[in-house]
Each structure stands twice: as structure tokens, then as C-alpha cells.
């Protein structure tokens, strides 16, 4: 039999049926006997209605148990998977017969395949043994470094920074880790300073059965780090006896700089990047500077600046009018520093979807991007959106699962993909994977926010309200403020969606708000269509780059018999549209 019969993987969840364990995202999740057995039983019937007499069959060969025993173990095991009230994610109750396991099976590899060469690893956050905490961003960096030499090869999948580096302190087996992650190997190393000299011990290590595939200590002067990731790089892909070619050894060797501050600065941009929260996005912009102003020739972190701007004009933070130029620039100068790195294409690629709404333009920068820098996980990402923006939802969906894949605890990632459940109108699944993405941060906004404009979609107005206030709890902002608004207005509550609409227009006064948030809050009612369809004309005036979800938008489904809002998607460029998508 092979490995993979043993393996179950679900959500962020690995069950080893030979070694008894169920992980998450790494960590153990430990459960009675009887009640493992029970989610084996289930697991190895997924899909299938699972009869109450045979669970008690199997899970108790032996002894007579009643009814209630079973409901006890499946309430254990709800709890231990997270599973709350509502729409069930993983365990479905069929009354008076049974239950079936629902959630999605991610099949794991069978054991032939680990006689495959290994093609996806992961790079786990290198362990500082100094006593100095400044090491930290040492150890980070040199892990950082050797993670981007390595995406840039065809060949090798690498798991996204964001997704390991939350494994970060856990003490966690690295194997463990691994199969969580779904890779085939992962690096591990340990760093130390003595002196003028750094000490590295790092170890590549087979996930199939935990063996060494390679391990070397290094003695590097401060001064030599830059060209130790290179050399780590270039070690890791002989050992993988991966073939590659003259471009691709350049690629592996290359610095994208070699000023310690420069990449400091660039390593904190990111992480506020990765936030997406507004002030998050601005200290983004100011790192990245702070990098530039080290090394003005820093290509990456020219594609950070491009792409903190177009967030903050996406989201409303600032006028697209006076920001989209400006991280136009800075995409353009990235590339022209340096033509194969490929976040400056998606950068320049998600420029041209949102701002320039030139569709082939946009989706040759995002192909572009994935033919130079294929585990991209934003290039993945924004592509999809890009697809499903058009109605292409299988496309566009297949695409953000690639993002996810990986990149799997990202969190804007596991958000924006049940956003895109939303625009394809699947709301069920929608909502469960926005749970998911509120597991992994509960105070992350964005998925509170399209939680709730989910439930408002569904008639469900008491969830609905919950969550948008939640968001607004975490960031009161102007999208929190227009979707509270569009709630109310949906549900009747005409006065209090006026307050909300009467508090956006009295702020756009002393900051800019994004006409299409107004609109949005005029779309939540009935009799309001000419108001609504105003200021739609003002969003694309200033070029707001939330019009191009205009096609597939639940919330403005009151304007699809409009001739005039059909007029407006073909400026926007749709040529073709449909009364509902």
C-alpha cells in the first residue's frame, strides 16, 4: 500500500494513520483514541453518508455503546477541528441516519512519488543561538535570501516566506512541519555570531523519512553574508540534482543588494505589506524608501514601493489619480534595474488591471511575472482576481489555489480567496474559507469585512452585522464604514444607513474617500438607483480601481437592468456583461 494511503489532508490539517497523529499547520492536536478512530472512519468515507450502527461497529468492536457515546466523540472532534454553529465545514449531520465528512481532500502523494526528484521545499526561519536579538534580522535575511535565489528556478516550487516564517520560535519537529506544508524537503539552520565572524549550520532534510539529504557548516565574516545565500542557494540545487542553465546559475548567484540596512529596511516593508491594514501599507512605503535611500538600485524594494501605492489606492486610502503614477514609476524603475525579477511585472501587471483597465496588457505582465518567478504566490493571486473580475470564476479560482498553495498561512491570500468565492456567488464557500482565514488572525480585518458582506448577500442580517462591525472594531475606515452602511440599507434600516452615508461624505471633506464607497452604500437601496449609478460616474472619473469588480458584484445587483450602468461597464472595458454574472 502506498504512503499516501495513510495520509489524510484537509484545510490546514494532516492526519498520519500509521503514526496516529492529527497536526495543524504543524502543531499537534491531540484526541482520545475512540475519537481518532471516528475521524478516521469518516475520512476514509469522505463524501460519503457514514451510518450511525457502523460507527459504533467500528470505533467499538468490542462493547455495547449507545447513541449518545458517538454524539459525544463527534462533538469532541467538532471542537478539536474548530468547527462552530452554522453551515458545517468539515463533519455534516444527517438527522436519524449518520454523518459525512464535507471538507475539501487534498491527496497526498503516494510513496512512489518520493522516489520523484524533490521539486518543492520549504526554507523554515534559520534558529539565532547569539545572545545579541539584533541577530534576528541576520538569521531572517540570510533565510530570506536563499528563498528568493530558489524561486526563481522553474524547477523548485519554494513555500512563501509569509508561510514559513510562522513556524518562527514553534520548536516544532521540522519534519512535522513539512508534511503540514504538503513539501518534500525543508532547510533548517542555526545561526551564531562570534565576533567579526557569523557560524551557520544549515541541514536539508527529506520529509519521506527523514533523512539528511545534505548538511555544512560555514565560517562567513559579517562582510560575506550577501554571497553566502548565493553559496547555500547553488549548494541546495546541486543536491537536488537540479540541471540548470547558464541564466539560471546568474539568477542563483545575483545580489539584490549588498547593504545590510537596504535589506533591513526592505524586510520590515514587507511584513507591513503583507498586513494590508491602511497605516500598515503607509510605514510599508516609508521602509521601502529607507531601503532606496541605501541603495537606490535595490530593484525589490522599488516592487515594494509599487506595490504598498497600489494598495493604498485600491482601498481607497488615496487618490488613484495622484498615487497609481507614482507606483507606476516606481514598478518601471524596478524592472529597469532589473528585467528578470518578476514582482516588478506583477507590480506593473496590477497597475494596468486596476488603473489603466487594460485587460491583455495587464494579463501579459502577470504571465511575465509567473514565467520569471513561477511560486510567486501574488502573481498567482492577483491573475486570479483578474480572471474572475472578467467572470472567468474556474480559471480565476484555479489560479488564487495556486496562490495558496504556495503560500498557505498567508493571510491575505486565504481571505482574498473566499472574496473570490463571493464574486463567483458561492457563498457557502465563501464563508468557510473566510473562517479559515479568521483562524489563522483573528483580528484580521479584511476577512471580518467580507464575512459580513457574504451574509448580507445571503439575507443573513444579524451575521451580516456582526462581522462588519467587528471589522470596523479592528479599522474603521472607509470600506468598513460603506459596507455597515450597505448592510442597513439592504435590510431597511434606512435611517442608520444614512448616518453611515451622512459620516462617509461629511469625511470625504477632510480626507479622500473613494466615490465608489458612496456608491456602494446608495446600492443598498431600492429607490436609490440614479444616486447610486452618480456616483459611479465620479468613481470612474478618478479611476477607482474597485470598478472593475463591477461585472461580478453581488451589491450592485439592483443596476443590472440599467441601460445606463450597462454603458458604464463598456467605458470600463466589458465589452459583454450579463443581467447577473
Given at each position: 500500500?502506498?504512503?499516501?494511503?495513510?495520509?489524510?489532508?484537509?484545510?490546514?490539517?494532516?492526519?498520519?494513520?500509521?503514526?496516529?497523529?492529527?497536526?495543524?499547520?504543524?502543531?499537534?492536536?491531540?484526541?482520545?483514541?475512540?475519537?481518532?478512530?471516528?475521524?478516521?472512519?469518516?475520512?476514509?468515507?469522505?463524501?460519503?453518508?457514514?451510518?450511525?450502527?457502523?460507527?459504533?461497529?467500528?470505533?467499538?468492536?468490542?462493547?455495547?455503546?449507545?447513541?449518545?457515546?458517538?454524539?459525544?466523540?463527534?462533538?469532541?472532534?467538532?471542537k478539536a477541528l474548530g468547527e462552530g454553529t452554522g453551515s458545517p465545514r468539515y463533519i455534516e449531520t444527517v438527522p436519524r441516519r449518520g454523518y459525512r465528512f464535507v471538507a475539501e481532500m487534498i491527496e497526498p502523494e503516494e510513496e512512489d512519488d518520493y522516489d520523484k526528484?524533490?521539486?518543492?521545499?520549504?526554507?523554515?526561519?534559520?534558529?539565532?543561538?547569539?545572545?545579541?536579538?539584533?541577530?534576528?534580522?541576520?538569521?531572517?535575511?540570510?533565510?530570506?535570501?536563499?528563498?528568493?535565489?530558489?524561486?526563481?528556478?522553474?524547477?523548485?516550487?519554494?513555500?512563501?516566506?509569509?508561510?514559513?516564517?510562522?513556524?518562527?520560535?514553534?520548536?516544532?519537529?521540522?519534519?512535522?512541519?513539512?508534511?503540514?506544508?504538503?513539501?518534500?524537503?525543508?532547510?533548517?539552520?542555526?545561526?551564531?555570531?562570534?565576533?567579526?565572524?557569523?557560524?551557520?549550520?544549515?541541514?536539508?532534510?527529506?520529509?519521506?523519512?527523514?533523512?539528511?539529504?545534505?548538511?555544512?557548516?560555514?565560517?562567513?565574516?559579517?562582510?560575506?553574508?550577501?554571497?553566502?545565500?548565493?553559496?547555500?542557494?547553488?549548494?541546495?540545487?546541486?543536491?537536488?540534482?537540479?540541471?540548470?542553465?547558464?541564466?539560471?546559475?546568474?539568477?542563483?548567484?545575483?545580489?539584490?543588494?549588498?547593504?545590510?540596512?537596504?535589506?533591513?529596511?526592505?524586510?520590515?516593508?514587507?511584513?507591513?505589506?503583507?498586513?494590508?491594514?491602511?497605516?500598515?501599507?503607509?510605514?510599508?512605503?516609508?521602509?521601502?524608501?529607507?531601503?532606496?535611500?541605501?541603495?537606490?538600485?535595490?530593484?525589490?524594494?522599488?516592487?515594494?514601493?509599487?506595490?504598498?501605492?497600489?494598495?493604498?489606492?485600491?482601498?481607497?486610502?488615496?487618490?488613484?489619480?495622484?498615487?497609481?503614477?507614482?507606483?507606476?514609476?516606481?514598478?518601471?524603475?524596478?524592472?529597469?534595474?532589473?528585467?528578470?525579477?518578476?514582482?516588478?511585472?506583477?507590480?506593473?501587471?496590477?497597475?494596468?488591471?486596476?488603473?489603466?483597465?487594460?485587460?491583455?496588457?495587464?494579463?501579459?505582465?502577470?504571465?511575465?511575472?509567473?514565467?520569471?518567478?513561477?511560486?510567486?504566490?501574488?502573481?498567482?493571486?492577483?491573475?486570479?482576481?483578474?480572471?474572475?473580475?472578467?467572470?472567468?470564476?474556474?480559471?480565476?479560482?484555479?489560479?488564487?489555489?495556486?496562490?495558496?498553495?504556495?503560500?498557505?498561512?498567508?493571510?491575505?491570500?486565504?481571505?482574498?480567496?473566499?472574496?473570490?468565492?463571493?464574486?463567483?456567488?458561492?457563498?457557502?464557500?465563501?464563508?468557510?474559507?473566510?473562517?479559515?482565514?479568521?483562524?489563522?488572525?483573528?483580528?484580521?480585518?479584511?476577512?471580518?469585512?467580507?464575512?459580513?458582506?457574504?451574509?448580507?448577500?445571503?439575507?443573513?442580517?444579524?451575521?451580516?452585522?456582526?462581522?462588519?462591525?467587528?471589522?470596523?472594531?479592528?479599522?474603521?475606515?472607509?470600506?468598513?464604514?460603506?459596507?455597515?452602511?450597505?448592510?442597513?440599507?439592504?435590510?431597511?434600516?434606512?435611517?442608520?444607513?444614512?448616518?453611515?452615508?451622512?459620516?462617509?461624505?461629511?469625511?470625504?471633506?477632510?480626507?479622500?474617500?473613494?466615490?465608489?464607497?458612496?456608491?456602494?452604500?446608495?446600492?443598498?437601496?431600492?429607490?436609490?438607483?440614479?444616486?447610486?449609478?452618480?456616483?459611479?460616474?465620479?468613481?470612474?472619473?478618478?479611476?477607482?480601481?474597485?470598478?472593475?469588480?463591477?461585472?461580478?458584484?453581488?451589491?450592485?445587483?439592483?443596476?443590472?437592468?440599467?441601460?445606463?450602468?450597462?454603458?458604464?461597464?463598456?467605458?470600463?472595458?466589458?465589452?459583454?456583461?450579463?443581467?447577473?454574472?
Amino acid at each position: 500500500m502506498g504512503r499516501g494511503n495513510n495520509l489524510f489532508r484537509f484545510g490546514g490539517f494532516l492526519l498520519d494513520t500509521d503514526e496516529r497523529v492529527l497536526l495543524r499547520d504543524g502543531r499537534l492536536v491531540p484526541l482520545p483514541a475512540k475519537v481518532l478512530n471516528t475521524l478516521i472512519l469518516l475520512l476514509q468515507n469522505s463524501g460519503h453518508l457514514v451510518e450511525k450502527d457502523v460507527l459504533m461497529q467500528e470505533v467499538w468492536p468490542d462493547e455495547y455503546v449507545e447513541e449518545g457515546n458517538l454524539a459525544q466523540h463527534i462533538f469532541i472532534l467538532r471542537k478539536a477541528l474548530g468547527e462552530g454553529t452554522g453551515s458545517p465545514r468539515y463533519i455534516e449531520t444527517v438527522p436519524r441516519r449518520g454523518y459525512r465528512f464535507v471538507a475539501e481532500m487534498i491527496e497526498p502523494e503516494e510513496e512512489d512519488d518520493y522516489d520523484k526528484p524533490i521539486d518543492f521545499l520549504s526554507v523554515l526561519p534559520f534558529i539565532n543561538v547569539s545572545n545579541d536579538p539584533s541577530m534576528e534580522y541576520l538569521s531572517d535575511g540570510i533565510a530570506e535570501g536563499v528563498m528568493n535565489s530558489l524561486s526563481q528556478l522553474p524547477q523548485l516550487k519554494v513555500m512563501a516566506r509569509s508561510t514559513a516564517f510562522r513556524y518562527k520560535g514553534s520548536g516544532i519537529d521540522p519534519r512535522e512541519v513539512g508534511r503540514s506544508l504538503g513539501v518534500r524537503a525543508v532547510m533548517t539552520g542555526v545561526v551564531q555570531q562570534l565576533g567579526e565572524q557569523v557560524v551557520l549550520s544549515v541541514e536539508l532534510l527529506d520529509v519521506a523519512d527523514g533523512s539528511r539529504i545534505w548538511g555544512e557548516l560555514y565560517h562567513k565574516k559579517s562582510s560575506d553574508i550577501f554571497s553566502l545565500q548565493a553559496e547555500l542557494a547553488a549548494e541546495i540545487s546541486e543536491k537536488l540534482s537540479l540541471k540548470l542553465g547558464g541564466w539560471q546559475r546568474e539568477r542563483l548567484a545575483r545580489r539584490f543588494t549588498v547593504n545590510k540596512d537596504a535589506r533591513d529596511f526592505y524586510l520590515k516593508g514587507r511584513y507591513c505589506w503583507a498586513r494590508r491594514a491602511i497605516e500598515d501599507l503607509k510605514k510599508g512605503v516609508e521602509y521601502f524608501r529607507r531601503a532606496i535611500a541605501e541603495d537606490p538600485d535595490y530593484s525589490l524594494a522599488n516592487a515594494g514601493i509599487a506595490d504598498c501605492l497600489v494598495l493604498l489606492g485600491l482601498f481607497g486610502a488615496e487618490d488613484p489619480r495622484e498615487i497609481m503614477p507614482q507606483a507606476k514609476a516606481a514598478a518601471m524603475k524596478a524592472i529597469a534595474s532589473d528585467e528578470s525579477l518578476g514582482e516588478a511585472y506583477a507590480s506593473l501587471g496590477q497597475i494596468k488591471l486596476i488603473y489603466d483597465w487594460d485587460w491583455p496588457a495587464a494579463e501579459a505582465d502577470f504571465q511575465q511575472a509567473l514565467r520569471l518567478n513561477p511560486t510567486y504566490p501574488t502573481a498567482h493571486q492577483w491573475r486570479g482576481e483578474h480572471l474572475v473580475s472578467m467572470g472567468l470564476f474556474d480559471e480565476g479560482l484555479a489560479e488564487l489555489k495556486k496562490a495558496r498553495e504556495m503560500d498557505p498561512l498567508s493571510l491575505i491570500i486565504n481571505a482574498n480567496l473566499g472574496l473570490n468565492y463571493y464574486w463567483a456567488r458561492r457563498y457557502d464557500d465563501a464563508i468557510a474559507q473566510l473562517k479559515r482565514a479568521v483562524e489563522l488572525e483573528s483580528n484580521f480585518f479584511r476577512a471580518h469585512l467580507h464575512l459580513g458582506m457574504c451574509y448580507v448577500s445571503k439575507l443573513m442580517y444579524p451575521e451580516a452585522l456582526a462581522e462588519l462591525e467587528k471589522a470596523r472594531s479592528i479599522s474603521e475606515n472607509s470600506w468598513t464604514l460603506a459596507a455597515l452602511g450597505h448592510c442597513h440599507a439592504s435590510f431597511g434600516a434606512r435611517a442608520k444607513a444614512d448616518e453611515f452615508l451622512n459620516q462617509l461624505l461629511e469625511l470625504s471633506h477632510s480626507q479622500y474617500v473613494s466615490r465608489a464607497t458612496i456608491a456602494l452604500i446608495y446600492a443598498g437601496f431600492e429607490d436609490r438607483i440614479d444616486q447610486t449609478i452618480e456616483w459611479l460616474e465620479r468613481a470612474y472619473e478618478e479611476r477607482s480601481g474597485l470598478l472593475i469588480w463591477l461585472k461580478v458584484w453581488p451589491m450592485f445587483d439592483r443596476l443590472r437592468s440599467d441601460k445606463t450602468f450597462h454603458r458604464l461597464l463598456r467605458r470600463i472595458g466589458f465589452a459583454d456583461f450579463a443581467t447577473k454574472p
